[in-house]
């Protein structure tokens, strides 16, 4: 089973639905969470990370659930903008490997 | 702020040539990372270092050196390049504390030929 794993999509959403993905990870001794958001032939860039308690920024939802071992990101009343691939990142405090899942990519349709 | 730096932005090379890709971070970060990225393959970590004089494979470790003698710098060496070396790489740092962002300098496009 791969450290980190997305569906690669794509997610064709029209503008203004909801749209959920999912992660799931292997090592359930990770500690820390991300998503990250890259756009076309650009560095990534920090979305949000991810907190126990699952946390809120505006449209977007970040979720992890422990005991399955799988975090969440929800955009709501999406936009053109949110166009992008989306990375999951898993943080292994243990030997401090910072790992990236291959990435969900989202079209927004007009 | 400058944030991480990479040089250079591009670069070809042919078979057999060895090059040094720079990354230099001004954050006072502990830990620094070269990834690659490849179509359809995500970002596959390469090496990585916690800090200076101290350095790790990541999954795809073969072709490449790197070393951390100051905590700033942390350049990637292709010893001698081949085709299937042809990818984006990336440097990113982050402090080595629960839930702290990693930033990204803006790639290299590499090519070999």
């Known amino acids: 089973r791969k450290e980190v794993e997305q569906d690669p999509g794509p997610f064709n959403v029209p503008e203004g639905a909801t749209v959920a993905f999912n992660c799931t990870y292997s090592?359930?001794?990770?500690?820390?969470f991300f998503w990250y958001r890259q756009d076309c032939r650009k560095e990534p860039k920090l979305l949000m990370s991810?907190?126990?308690s699952g946390n809120e920024d505006g449209r977007f939802t970040a979720q992890l659930n422990r005991a399955s071992q799988y975090i969440s990101l929800l955009i709501r009343d999406s936009k053109l903008s949110d166009s992008a691939t989306y990375l999951c990142?898993?943080?292994?405090?243990?030997?401090?490997?910072?790992?990236f899942g291959k990435g969900t990519r989202l079209h927004i349709l007009p | 702020n400058a944030g991480v730096t990479q040089t250079p932005k591009f670069q070809v090379l042919k078979t057999g040539q060895s090059m040094t890709l720079q990354c230099a971070q001004d954050m006072n970060h502990e830990y620094m990372s070269w990834y690659r990225q490849d179509p359809g393959m995500g970002l596959r970590l390469i090496h990585y270092?916690?800090?200076?004089?101290?350095?790790d494979q990541g999954e795809v470790p073969n072709g490449y050196n790197v070393s951390r003698s100051t905590t700033e710098d942390f350049p990637l060496r292709l010893l001698s390049a081949a085709p299937s070396q042809t990818s984006v790489y990336f440097c990113?740092?982050?402090?080595?504390?629960?839930?702290?962002?990693?930033?990204f300098g803006q790639g290299t496009r590499l090519t070999v030929v």
């Open positions: 090592n359930s001794a990770s500690q820390s």
């Open positions: 990142v898993v943080n292994m405090n243990r030997d401090d490997k910072i790992i």
């Open positions: 991810v907190y126990s």
């Open positions: 990113a740092s982050s402090r080595v504390t629960e839930q702290s962002e990693a930033f």
């Open positions: 270092s916690v800090g200076a004089g101290i350095t």
